[in-house]
């Protein structure tokens, strides 16, 4: 199955979506009939939704979407890691097949260390009885703590969201490089090659400012434990989902056609248990 592993939906409301930029094109609804076009094109069979509000209603209704749309194979929610109530909230959402893990919007987070917290940690500690996985959403400033968290809890499915949202448009590289290095040593640690675009210059990019973040992550994390993701919509603000899939397309084509069947869609569906 060939997958995007990381798109989102969303009944655009400005109070329950305030990161959404003023004035962009995101300003609307997008939803499954949206995407399923865009999938079909690039020849992908079906995509991971992943959370953007910070509710466990959020949850609830991503399920519900994917119950009524085939596209959608797998749900990556939210519940709040932190609350006493955290297992309660597992147990509700875990059964549904489709409900593969949980994310937290840690990057908008002031403590870089927010992941090593005593509340969070007992939260992550709660995944791995439900079989679910956790997707670490983070800046580079965040990249330390995400290093030890995977030192913490071996045993637990981590991926790595958007590369880590190095500064393309800087061209950057370290310390993020190094940093990158030292996390993919953990081996239940992946990476999805998303969201990208954004992080560069969103109207003037080109293919080439893209090769030497995109050289790390696959030296660093190999065939078997990267996934692409568009992150659409949010892509839209700096490209169209063809061209975000087209930018790593071109790129892949120097891999053999196994570690490209993994990379679109057989790791995702591997680490998100895809049916």
Not at 11 to 40: C, E, F
Not at 122 to 127: D, N, P, T
Not at 207 to 235: H, I, N, Q
Request: glycine share 6%.
């Amino acid at each position: 199955m060939k997958l995007d592993s990381h798109q989102h939906f969303w009944n655009y409301d400005a109070v329950q979506y305030p990161w959404i930029p003023a004035g962009s094109p995101l300003h609307r609804d997008w939803l499954p009939t949206d995407l399923a076009p865009l999938l079909s094109a690039a020849g992908l069979d079906g995509s991971i939704a992943v959370q953007a509000r910070q509710t466990t209603d959020e949850s609830h209704w991503l399920l519900e979407l994917a119950e009524h749309h085939s596209i959608i194979k797998g749900v990556v929610g939210w519940v709040d890691l932190r609350s006493p109530e955290v297992e309660h909230d597992l147990a509700a959402l875990a059964p549904h097949p489709k409900f593969c893990g949980v994310r937290h919007v840690v990057q908008d987070e002031p403590d870089v260390n927010f992941m090593l917290g005593a509340e969070f940690q007992r939260g992550i500690s709660k995944l791995h009885a439900h079989e679910l996985t956790y997707d670490i959403l983070i800046y580079p400033r965040q990249l330390p703590a995400a290093i030890e968290l995977a030192h913490r809890f071996p045993e637990q499915p981590f991926v790595l969201d958007h590369i880590a949202k190095p500064l393309i448009k800087d061209g950057t590289l370290s310390p993020w490089r190094e940093q990158i290095r030292e996390l993919a040593k953990s081996p239940n640690v992946l990476c999805k090659v998303s969201g990208m675009v954004t992080e560069a210059d969103q109207k003037a990019w080109k293919p080439a400012d893209f090769k030497p973040f995109l050289d790390v992550v696959f030296e660093a994390f190999g065939e078997d434990r990267l996934m692409y993701g568009s992150d659409w919509p949010v892509c839209l603000l700096a490209g169209t989902y063809a061209q975000t899939f087209g930018l790593v397309e071109e790129y892949t084509r120097a891999l053999s056609p196994t570690a490209r069947e993994k990379f679109f869609g057989g790791n995702a569906g591997r680490f998100y248990r895809v049916q």
